[in-house]
Every structure is written in C-alpha cells, then in structure tokens.
C-alpha cells in the first residue's frame, strides 16, 4: 500500500489584494466622514445609512486587510494548514455586517415612511455625487485583485457595490424630492439599498460557512472527477474520497485509489495528480494507492 501527498506551491495575489485593500480604505474612510457630516446637515437617511455601510466598510475592509496579513504567517505544529483561513472567519464577520446594517437601515425608514422629514435635497445630491465617485473608484481599485475566487476580497467588494448603490440610491431620492417634492424618497431609496446589501450579506455568510464546514468547491463535479479517475485502466475503485476548501481559493483532494496489481504506483500517483489538477484545478492532492486485496475494508463515500 502506498501513500504520497502532491502539494505545489500555490501562487497567490496577496500583494495586489493588500494594495487594493489599503487604497480604498483610505478612500471609503475619509468620505465616510464627509458623508456623516453632511448627512446631519442635509438630515437625509439615505446619506446617513449610506455613511453607516461606509462605516461598516472601513472596518470590514480593515479586517480583510489584517486577515490577508495574518494569513501570511507560517504554519505551525498546531496550525498544520497554516493561518490563511482567518480570511473565510473575516468574510463571515462581514456579511454579518451587511445583514445587521441592512436591517438598522429597514428600522430607520420605517420610521421615517409615517413622519417623512424635510430634507437639503440639493446638498443630499452633491455629497451623495462625490460618494458615487469615490465608491467607483474604490471599486476599481479592488477590482485590481482577486474578487473573484477569494472570499475574503469578495466580501470587501460587496461591501463597497453596497455603497456604490446607496450612493445611486441617495441622487435619486433627492431629485424625486426636488422635482416631485416626494420626501418619502428619501426611505424608499434607503429600503431598495438595504434589500441589495441584505441579498449580499447573506450569499456572502453562506459561502463563507460553507467552506466553514469543508463543503465541496463549487466548479468541482463529483460525479465527473470519480468517473475520470476510473477511465484510468489500473484503477478498479475509489472511495473515502473527501474535497474540501483549506480557502476560498485552497481546494484540497483525499481519497483511496483500488488498483489492479502490479501497479507502478508512484506513476499511478503522478497521473492521476496531474489529471486532477489539469482538470480540476486541484493542486493540493493526497493519494493513497491499494491493492484489490484491501477491497473489504469499510468504504466511507
């Protein structure tokens, strides 16, 4: 019976996503204070939730930031995979955000939808205007990273399109109150945002628990990888096969591999390997190669 663990080194843009992390949280943080200012002048919702996601994302961004850093750290004798899933426990604190935000907002507009408040529709438009530019640009800025199989970046990302649309959301309520004189603009706006950061919030906590409770990666077919493996002509069966995700994007392999003998199985291995990771982007595979004689043992699917 043998047993070898492939493990290539994973390259990772953790230098682009610090970068893009840094600069749009020293963007989101200096107009998160001009919009709570403005906010108070303009005595508009829509600003003031918008400058409370900002808040939110000054810290969220903040955390991603610290989880890229702390990830970094080595692995130890205690932390055999190393640090790097801090950034799966950073995405889940955020979409918790995103949802108590979301709802912080709902109970403010609800109250404001029976008292709608005078509010500078003219100041609401310049300084949510400047917001939408600074949010599109932080954007941008994160875009520069991996938002796309990096939870952690993802979940930054989110936080930042929340603001982009509450920034929208808050130009044209303040047109609806200028040209129709409709200050219940002002909450309506500030629903249709919370609804969007809500729907965010909650992909984002479940993706996050997801790989939490080692789910299988999502472009992953099972079905499809097992028929692969048995297209090999020495391997009879498979089975304890388990795919899991170390990181959003860390995919790692097990499984036991019934080959007809004799087997040249360090061959057996690097096929079988290198099929995995040309097919399935998995790179970090652990193989343990029997013979048929080990069949009656207790299979675990």
Request: proline share 2%; charged share 15%.
């Amino acid at each position: 019976m043998g047993h070898s663990h492939k493990s290539h080194s994973h390259h990772h843009t953790h230098h682009a996503n610090r970068q893009a992390l840094l600069v749009s949280f020293i963007l989101i943080f200096f107009f998160m204070v001009i919009e709570v200012l403005g906010g108070i002048m303009t005595n508009s919702l829509a600003l003031l939730s918008d400058a409370g996601h900002m808040l939110s994302d000054t810290a969220a961004l903040g955390l991603s930031l610290f989880a890229i850093k702390f990830g970094e750290r080595p692995a130890t004798a205690s932390k055999t995979y190393g640090y790097r899933r801090f950034e799966i426990l950073a995405a889940f604190l955020n979409g918790i955000t995103l949802l108590a935000i979301s709802l912080y907002i709902f109970w403010e507009a609800y109250q404001r939808f029976f008292n709608p408040p005078e509010v500078a529709s003219v100041g609401m438009i310049v300084i949510a205007f400047i917001g939408l530019l600074v949010n599109l640009a932080a954007a941008w800025v994160l875009m520069k990273g991996d938002t796309s199989e990096n939870l952690n970046m993802r979940s930054a990302f989110l936080h930042v399109i929340g603001d982009i649309l509450g920034s929208v959301g808050a130009i044209v309520a303040g047109l609806l109150i200028i040209f129709l004189n409709l200050n219940i603009a002002d909450a309506i706006a500030s629903v249709i945002v919370a609804v969007l950061v809500l729907v965010s919030g909650w992909r984002v906590i479940k993706d996050s628990v997801h790989i939490l409770m080692e789910g299988k990666p999502k472009h992953i077919d099972i079905e499809a990888l097992k028929k692969g493996l048995l297209s090999f002509p020495e391997v009879k069966e498979i089975h304890d096969l388990h795919i899991w995700l170390i990181t959003s994007d860390f995919p790692s392999l097990s499984c036991h591999v019934v080959v007809d003998e004799p087997c040249d199985r360090d061959r057996m291995i690097n096929q079988i390997s290198e099929y995995l990771e040309k097919e399935f982007k998995l790179e970090h595979v652990t193989l343990q190669i029997e013979g048929e004689q080990h069949s009656h043992h207790k299979r675990c699917n």
